[in-house]
């Protein structure tokens, strides 16, 4: 069957490579269909696409291009990608079941984060550093070789972009590795970026399960950088073999974030912030504002009314322009859903609605209705991550206690503070674990704005100059005009040491 679909194979030195002996299917979560196969690539053809991607660097058509080169790539490459965007914007509705009014939203925005990378580079300043005596210090950023990019399932090409455009900025020679559930839109990035003017072999596009291909991309001791979008297990599995080599990693791991209720907040408004937060992408986003922590002042008519609106959500076709929410991403994410709503159940939790799994009218699909459970911030649900549309609702009696709940998980990633108290929002913002917190929003994200988490949420940061400086390394060159290498003679004068 798998030999009747289309295939799209890896992308390596400007073109799809044949294909490989095992195909790896990929499924239409709304429908369980087969869309097309992908390449399961081994670890023979990880290492030798690796020893031509540094003969690429080392040769230095854009390692050593100037900033402006890189700046007109990476901006023609952006143009073609909002000139196309309504194809990918079909390719990613069909790969990951999000609805195509969310990939719509999100799609346009893409590419600017590629034009946020071009134009940093464009004018990205060295520094001179107040160095003691007639000596000149510069300090110059260079591109760190080939960098391998690990990319989840729930936002292919935000994600990847994110990462792509930082380091192709930077000069890097990139290996990306794509989910294996929803690679298509990634690896038909690498025909764009040729179009745009990227040498072949600055840009390498793999495919294959995590646990292998993944796997061997990670350690291989000749990568400059990993940088990892997934979960703590994954990061694990690369983190001690990368230390090993000496590879430094990005990693952002996910979160457990909290949405912060007060009462200053309109009922009305508190309850779409906590649909906003907890429902987009099923739930699948690594900032899913998964525990509402809802102050007890306007707990009970927050409850009744979200009830009604979560009950009210839209599931269904992710291509029809009506659908709120979508299919999660495969078999083994629904039974995550319900192994959590089980758990909560057994914990003493209460479901207000939803709970269950379902499918299309014709009974296919990855679908879990959305669930909200009240519960207490120890439960299991409370806690962990779901990657899923099931919420928990906690009842808080103080600020306090609502800032206590909000720092008791091990991830550290987002959270939002939503008041009308000035204040407040200000207080309990600064008191708030996290890498982002949000005041009277959630999920917002621009090019230019870090991102990245604290504790179990990984390490480092995505987007903005911090991204940009993490693809390069400093070199600093000390230019001595005035101090005389005399610390030798018989009768040295002015000698300096250091």
Known sequence: MTDQLPHVSNWVNGAHTAATP???????????????????????????????????????RWSRADP??????????????????????ALETQQTGRPIREMRAQLARVPEWLEYFAALVRVHEGRVTPFKGPVVNTLTRLPLGVVALITPYNHPLLIAMKKIGAA??????????????????????????????????????????????????????????????????????????????????????????????FPSLEVTT????????????????????????????MYEEFRGLLETRVRALRVGDPTDTRTQIGPVISRTAVERCAAFVERALREGGRILCG????????????????????????????CNEVFGPVIALIKCETEEQIVRIANSTSYALGASVWTNDFKQAHRVAAQIEAGIVWINGHHLNDPSSPWGGFKESGLGKENGQEAYESYTKLKSTVINHGVPPVWFDDEPKDARYG
Do not use: W
């Open 22 to 60: 095992t195909r790896i299917p990929i499924l239409n979560p709304a429908t369980e269909t087969p869309i097309a196969t992908i390449d399961a690539t081994s670890q023979e053809t990880i290492d030798e696409i690796i020893e031509t991607s540094l003969q690429a660097f080392q040769q230095g």
């Open 68 to 89: 402006s080169e890189r700046f007109i790539v990476l901006s023609t490459a952006a143009r073609l990608l909002r000139s196309r965007i309504d194809e990918f914007i």
């Open 168 to 261: 192709l900025a930077a000069g890097n020679v990139v290996i990306v590795k794509a989910s294996e559930l929803a690679p298509l839109s990634v690896l038909r990035m690498g025909a764009l970026f040729q179009e745009a003017g990227l040498p072949d072999g600055v840009l390498q596009i793999v495919s294959g399960y995590g646990y292998e291909t993944g796997k061997y991309l990670c350690q291989n001791p000749r990568l400059a950088k990993i940088d990892l979008t997934g979960g703590l297990a994954t990061y694990k599995a690369i983190a001690a073999v990368a230390a090993a080599n000496l590879i430094p990693i990005t990693a952002e791991l996910g979160g457990k974030a909290p949405v912060c209720l």
């Open 270 to 297: 508190a309850v779409q912030a906590a649909l906003f937060a907890g429902f987009i992408a099923s739930g699948q986003t690594c900032v899913t504002g998964s525990r509402l922590l809802v102050h007890q002042d």
């Open 355 to 382: 709970g269950h799994a379902t499918s299309n009218s014709n009974g296919k699909g990855f679908y879990f209705e959305p669930t909200v459970i009240e519960t207490n911030a120890d439960s299991d649900l409370a």
